[in-house]
């Protein structure tokens, strides 16, 4: 009977697990443009490290993940279920967990780890620079989807369903850092989870004081089977010790004990916290320079050719409370959206840029903006989004058709849906036609010309970030906007915004 009862908790508990993973991916498969945005950013809402780490690098209460509060009061109460039960990373990491390879046992001070990256994050974030989206294990995952799977999964569903297939640059460091986590197991079970993860360490602080734990009975029988199973090492039998900080809520020991010592009840000890000065100092310290340094490492020839998604903040507030998840890049139907590599400094890998070589803004897509979590790119209407200006559109005339090989080419004006590119007589080397020429005021640099521009190489017609308009709060539409554009309009046969590819 015993046997029977161990393993119906353990289907249980993977039904809870996989149940919970799917419903994340679900949502991450929901997250496509022409959806309505409705609870695809659920997780994202109840993550408490996002909302602490955000609300203190911006000086502001982050409403975004708010109901994280939630979560709080429950690990008080309970301690960590979210990582035994709740957390896609945790699933991921136990669905690939093997016994195949031997696995070492660690010093027990590198648990230490997770309460050192929580220091870190705060005082950096206190400093003015959030790095969460390094470390939150729900932007990881959602992060891997999109760069690594998403475009394995659209190729392949190409041989069977016509699909525009997906692709990022910027691609090896996030799937290294996926695999690093994942390789981790051959250390120790839930390497990550007991040792490195900020929110594990932010939920473990709140399960020293919460109110349901697990502990021993008087009449332990020292097998050491509890000690064995358990996968964060928070059980030590022959002290009839169990941390609560490190116990994920996993039930395993509770149901597994052939002799039922182990109790889940109400109970006020705790263990304190063994983080030494040496190490407290470093933690600080290293949060202290990395908020500058993050700032270093730029590529400042390409800070023109940095171009953000239409509604983004501005820049400084913008690299602290993106979290680099990946939504915005996988919903943006040119593909046009990549991951950044160093253009924006340290702290601005895997941010999203405009890349229009690759794909523009549409006019009739706002979807970015829709999807953000921490609304790092606003929530515009469709209206509001045609005034956002990213840029502004320059020709190289040395390397245009009509300039330089004296060739009709009209591409790029019939491409611009502002009708922001005129074409006009001009007379060179007593040759006179029709050729491109870029109105400065009207130009919102989407970029559509640039990804329709027919030479090889870069374009001939680029996108810069030259009068970006980036606000926090207010409208991009003004009455001088509206004016301009109205006396540019004009009658066209097909309706201005999508561009499609003639194949």
């Not at 515009?380 to 090989?405: F, H, M, P």
Request: glycine share 6%; with cysteine.
């Amino acid at each position: 009977m015993a046997i029977s009862k161990t393993k119906r908790h353990r289907m249980l508990r993977w039904i809870i697990q996989i149940s919970f993973l799917l419903l994340f991916i679900f949502f991450f498969v929901q997250t496509r443009y022409g959806l309505d945005i409705t609870f695809q950013n659920l997780f994202f809402k109840f993550d408490p490290l996002i909302f602490i780490i955000l609300s203190i690098s911006e000086r502001t209460i982050v409403t975004a993940a708010l109901l994280s509060i939630f979560l709080i009061i429950g690990s008080l109460i309970f301690g960590r279920f979210f990582c035994g039960f709740i957390c896609p990373l945790g699933s991921i990491i136990d669905i690939f967990d093997t016994h195949a390879v031997k696995q070492y046992k660690i010093s027990l001070s590198v648990k230490n780890g997770k309460y050192l990256i929580l220091l870190f994050l705060t005082i950096a974030a206190l400093a003015g620079s959030s790095f969460v989206h390094f470390f939150d294990p729900l932007v990881i995952v959602e992060r891997s989807l999109t760069l690594i799977a998403y475009p394995v999964v659209t190729y392949l569903l190409d041989a069977f369903i016509p699909l525009n297939n997906a692709f990022y640059t910027e691609t090896l460091i996030a799937f290294l850092f996926f695999v690093a986590i994942i390789g981790a197991n051959i250390v120790a079970p839930r390497f990550w989870c007991r040792n490195l993860c900020p929110l594990g360490g932010l939920l473990a602080t709140l399960a020293k004081f919460s109110l349901f734990k697990f502990t021993f009975a008087e009449h332990c029988e020292q097998c050491g089977i509890c000690e064995k199973i358990c996968p964060t090492g928070a059980l030590q039998y022959t002290e009839a010790t169990i941390d609560s900080a490190e116990c994920i809520d996993c039930l395993r020991c509770l149901y597994e004990c052939p002799y039922r010592t182990i109790e889940y009840r109400p109970t006020v000890t705790r263990r304190p916290f063994d983080i030494t000065r040496r190490q407290f100092i470093v933690a600080c310290g290293t949060g202290l320079v990395a908020a500058p340094l993050a700032k270093t490492f730029l590529h400042p020839k390409l800070n023109g050719r940095l171009l953000r998604p239409p509604g983004a903040i501005p820049e400084s507030d913008f690299l602290n409370i993106c979290i680099h998840c990946g939504k915005c890049m996988k919903v943006c139907p040119t593909n046009g959206l990549q991951p950044c590599f160093l253009e924006a400094g340290i702290n601005g890998l895997w941010t999203p840029r405009l890349v229009p070589r690759v794909g523009g803004c549409e006019k009739n897509c706002n979807m970015c903006g829709q999807v953000c979590p921490t609304s790092a790119i606003r929530k515009l209407s469709l209206e509001e989004k045609t005034y956002a200006r990213i840029g502004t559109a320059v020709i190289d005339r040395n390397r245009c058709i009509a300039w330089e090989q004296d060739k009709v080419c009209l591409i790029c004006d019939e491409a611009c849906p502002y009708n922001a590119i005129s074409s006009l007589n001009e007379t060179i080397r007593s040759t006179t036609l029709l050729r491109p020429f870029v109105n400065e005021r009207i130009c919102t640099g989407c970029g559509l010309c640039e990804s329709r521009c027919p030479i090889e190489g870069p374009a001939a017609i680029e996108v810069f970030s030259i009068d970006e308009e980036r606000i926090k709060t207010g409208s991009y539409i003004t009455e001088e906007k509206k004016r301009l554009r109205a006396c540019e309009e004009r009658q066209e046969d097909i309706p201005s915004g999508f561009i499609l590819d003639d194949n």
